[in-house]
């Protein structure tokens, strides 16, 4: 039984020089793509959208924003706990930041940290 390795050939020298040329320039371009798709995303951000001078959200972008499902606000608002506009076909459904303010008011209570000095005495 043989245990030495086996030999290497010395043709294979620039064949692994190639590879890793090759790796490395992939990687480098991998990179640039990456940067790139980065500033894509940044400069293709939503719009601030505004009614009235109050600044419009999406429902789905409100869904997002607070970790809850679409369906989650579809049933608020059909048991009318948040106040909202939708299109006359429907397919669109937006809140305006006073809705939503009223929503947080309504629905949420702040969690605030006890400063020793405003904590009651025992």
């Not at 064949?15 to 790139?36: C, N, P, Q, Y």
């Amino acid at each position: 039984m043989n245990t030495s390795p086996p030999p290497q050939y010395p043709e294979s020298e620039p064949f692994k020089k190639w590879i890793m040329d090759a790796v490395g320039t992939m990687v480098f371009l991998l990179g640039s793509m990456t940067e790139s798709l980065k500033e894509i995303a940044e400069k293709s951000g939503k719009a601030k959208l505004k009614y009235k001078g109050k600044e419009i959200i999406m429902l789905e972008d409100l869904a997002i924003g607070l970790n809850k499902s679409p369906r989650t606000f579809r049933r608020l608002r059909a048991e009318k706990k948040i106040s909202y506009w939708s299109s006359k076909d429907g397919h669109t459904v937006f809140v305006t930041q006073d809705q939503f303010d009223d929503y947080i008011t309504n629905n949420f209570v702040p969690n605030e940290i006890e400063d020793e000095s405003t904590a009651p005495q025992r």
